[in-house]
């Protein structure tokens, strides 16, 4: 139906004036269409670990490296091991969909973000990773959205 298409194009549970999500919501939210089996996205940050906030309490979830830590290590099986792990404990919290991994390439040491993004300043290198971190995630049930892909550096 018309309503249902427009649905997706518009998430559920956002508090702008506190910008975060109403108690009880994910930091993104589409809500599920269930007369066509089409289930809710639970979209939550972030690619080193659940974002918690007031329906999940601080000191429930774990803070792994941060993704530029884990492209120092150039190694997929490791990234992709470590993102299963990460991919479990949004699982476990209800999130079927993870805002990242964030894939920018740094070109200056400036960036207030590099920490986030998992190709360092090799874009081949992230390449590897970033798809490892992906089959990780989606071999547990959690959807990655790759995001960050330019001009995040400012």
């Given at each position: 139906?018309?309503?249902?298409?427009?649905s997706l194009l518009r998430g559920?549970?956002?508090?702008?004036?506190?910008?975060?999500?109403?108690?009880?919501?994910?930091?993104?939210?589409?809500p599920a269409i269930e007369r066509l089996g089409v289930p809710a996205l639970k979209m939550q940050d972030a690619s080193s670990g659940f974002r918690t906030g007031d329906s999940v309490p601080h000191g429930s979830a774990l803070g792994w490296p941060s993704m530029l830590a884990l492209a120092s290590t150039w190694d997929p099986e490791l990234v992709e091991a470590v993102a299963v792990a990460i991919g479990r404990q949004f699982k476990g919290k209800g999130a079927n969909m993870i805002l990242g991994?964030?894939?920018?390439?740094?070109?200056?040491?400036?960036?207030?973000?590099?920490?986030?993004?998992?190709?360092?300043?090799?874009?081949?290198?992230?390449?590897q990773l970033a798809s490892a971190y992906v089959r990780g995630m989606q071999s547990v049930g959690v959807m990655c959205v790759a995001k960050h892909w330019a001009f995040n550096e400012q």
């Open positions: 139906t018309p309503a249902e298409k427009l559920v549970g956002w508090n702008a004036s506190a910008d975060a999500p109403v108690d009880g919501w994910y930091g993104g939210n589409i991994p964030g894939v920018q390439v740094s070109r200056t040491a400036w960036g207030g973000r590099n920490h986030d993004f998992i190709s360092g300043e090799d874009p081949h290198l992230g390449s």
